[in-house]
């Protein structure tokens, strides 16, 4: 799987949990985490050879004292151990001693990382949210207040400002929710519980490195309750290798009221994972009757001109500008929307690996600048399986002779190769829709 800089999600198709708000732009429309591992390249690998190197410091030979609520001992007794280990990576004891003082073992953080929602939305669902009339409205609002600012980081990055918007919008509606969840007492608590241990002692350690940096104070670092910072929801690690220092005050402040900052640091991610200005991160098309449903594939790219003579055309009937090869993605199978999308597909979904939160960053961008809905309609009359559901039509398909190589819950290109296989092998259309209507078919 694709890693990225920020958190990753499960989505139907994807691997998407529900967003936090209801519709329109009142809250972050990152999708819930479902327990299981995150995708962390994006965060930990990748980030790791970008990271500044610091100063030598002196270690101290003995952990820093903390200041904690003495409700759990075994906690206490982990953040002693902790700081032993970050002090030998160069944490020295006075960021040690100011990041930890107060800080305690924080039972919601838990609760919340182990209830993560089981059920799903669909495509449709998600998009009615991240691409509502408020969601653009706020979005053009908000263009139109820091205009000359999005003008500079555009006119640096090479990255258009209503994309630079969009994800705003989705992450934390324009910097209305960024998150008051204290960093280092949700991470280290994560850390603590060692289910995704060595992960979240990553992020501490970076979060512990980025005050050193002096770009924020320990309280003033706050985000969501799993570790994502500011207006654009940087994790640590992503941080410390991709945010900038746009307004030159000397601190990359992603938690500001100025966006500034948080801003451009988005910019410069996309255009360090190779965005192209003026080329769509992808276009609604129409697929003529008959298309083989196996050419929908992230594998089998052309030009446009190309999918055009295939009978693939915009949805004025005409033939897509050529702004590079293209793929087809059919998100909800052959009842819904087609898309033809470009390399900035793949450049959004370094900031995210869920379709449907690249089509949403998208689509909002689009709108934001003025473009139509999307006008092919959706199978409405049908919900997302559950993570139970998507785990037992990958059992159900192995089972019948078409191998998902492995039950993870997890609609990923080989089971939708299995359910290509076997919608072939029952006369359906093979679209590769994991829909409950197929899962039906299979009990």
Known sequence: ??????????????????????????????????????VVERISVVASALRPKLRPEVLSTTPTPVTQVASHAGFNRWIDGFQRRAQAQGIRASTLRAAFSGVRYDADVIRRDRNQSEFTKTIWEYLDSAASDTRIRNGKAALRKHNRTLDAIEARYGVEKEVVVAVWGLESAYGEYRGSNDIVQSLATLAYDGRRGAFFEEQLIAALRILQNGDTSPR????????????TQFIPTSYLAYAVDFTGDGRRDIWADDPSDALASTAAYLKRFGWVKGQPWGVEVQLPRGFDYAQASRKVTRSPAQWAQMGVVDMRGRAVPNHGNASILLPAGGQGAAFMIFKNFAVIERYNTADAYV???????????????????????????????????????????????????RIGPKTIAAVRAYQRSQGLAPDGYASLSLLKRLR
């Open 220 to 231: 003033n670092m706050t985000g969501s309750w799993a570790g994502a910072m500011g207006h």
């Open 1 to 38: 799987m694709r890693k990225n800089a920020f958190w990753a999600v499960a989505f139907a198709t994807g691997l998407l949990g529900t967003g936090v708000g209801a519709v329109g732009a009142t809250s972050s429309l990152r999708p819930v985490l479902r327990p299981a591992e995150p």
């Open 359 to 409: 089509i949403g960053v998208g689509h909002l961008s689009d709108r934001i600048k003025g473009g139509p809905a999307i006008k092919a309609s959706w199978p409405r009359g049908d919900r997302a399986l559950t993570f139970a559901e998507r785990k037992e039509m990958q059992q159900r398909l192995t089972r019948a002779g078409f191998s998902t190589q492995g039950v993870d819950g």
